[in-house]
Each structure stands twice: as structure tokens, then as C-alpha cells.
């Protein structure tokens, strides 16, 4: 898969190659003159995990593993999915 792409077509081409490859959906993107394909979900795009965090399902936000008790008990929602960014 190459890093970036000239066209538009030639994006939406290599995006639905991969999406097949890899069975996740890609979606193209301009990014200046060229073109790039990502995840089309945000959470599973590479770089976008920081390092060591937890994902809140009902906030949509990343947290230290240190702050996941604290933030259960302030935010109100004790049963809340506790899982590592894209799993």
C-alpha cells in the first residue's frame, strides 16, 4: 500500500483494495495535492492511541491507567467498557 496517491480515483481505488486486505473500512482524504487512505474509524487509526491509555466507551475519551477508578466514580458510569484503544 503506498503512503499517498495523486487522484482522487486512484485513493478510492487503493482504499477499497485495502478494506478488502485488511477487513476494516478505509476511507481516502486529501491532505494537501495528494491524497491518503485512513481508517474511517478515528479510534483505529495508527498514531491516534496515546501511548498506554484507556478508552471510555461512554466518554469517548482516553485516560491514564492510573485515573480509570477515579474517573468511574466521577462521571457516574461504573459500568462502562474498559478496553485498550482499538481492541
Known sequence: VKKFYDTEFEATI?????SHDFSAELVP??????WH???KDKRLRSKVRPYNRTYCDACE????????????RKRGHI??????GGE
Request: proline share 3%; aromatic share 10%.
Open 61 to 72: 475519551t482516553y485516560l491514564k491507567p492510573t485515573r480509570w477508578d477515579a474517573h468511574q
Open 14 to 18: 487503493a482504499a477499497a483494495r485495502a
Open 29 to 34: 482524504y486529501k491532505c494537501g495535492k495528494h
Open 79 to 84: 459500568g462502562a467498557v474498559k478496553r485498550k
Open 37 to 39: 487512505i485512513a481508517n
